[in-house]
């Protein structure tokens, strides 16, 4: 191994071992405990994030030009109703996802 794959191995490792003991330590905190601000955070923060990404990936559509957004929205609808329908996440935004490709990719 060269040294810089070394470095960049210690440097994964490193971030790895970070990014598992900062995932673990809310759950040694509130071992026993959890207080109520945390708990609503839990449950509010998900749905704002999602709706934060969606406004992230939709900033640059273009509705006056053609394909004037159909992609974007068909592929939305699509994940909109397979989530309602089958209330699965990986689901619903994998296939929105295969969806909007293969318009772009194939169709428009």
Known sequence: MSPSSIHAAILVAAMSIGTVLLRAYPFVIFRKNVPPYI???GKVLPPAIIGMLVIY???NTSVLSAPFA???LIAAV???????WKRNSLLSILSGTAVYMLL???VF
């Open 39 to 41: 708990q609503y955070l």
């Open 57 to 59: 990936c939709l900033r």
């Open 70 to 72: 159909l992609p974007e």
């Open 78 to 84: 699509i994940i909109i109703v397979l989530q309602a």
């Open 104 to 106: 772009i990719q194939i």
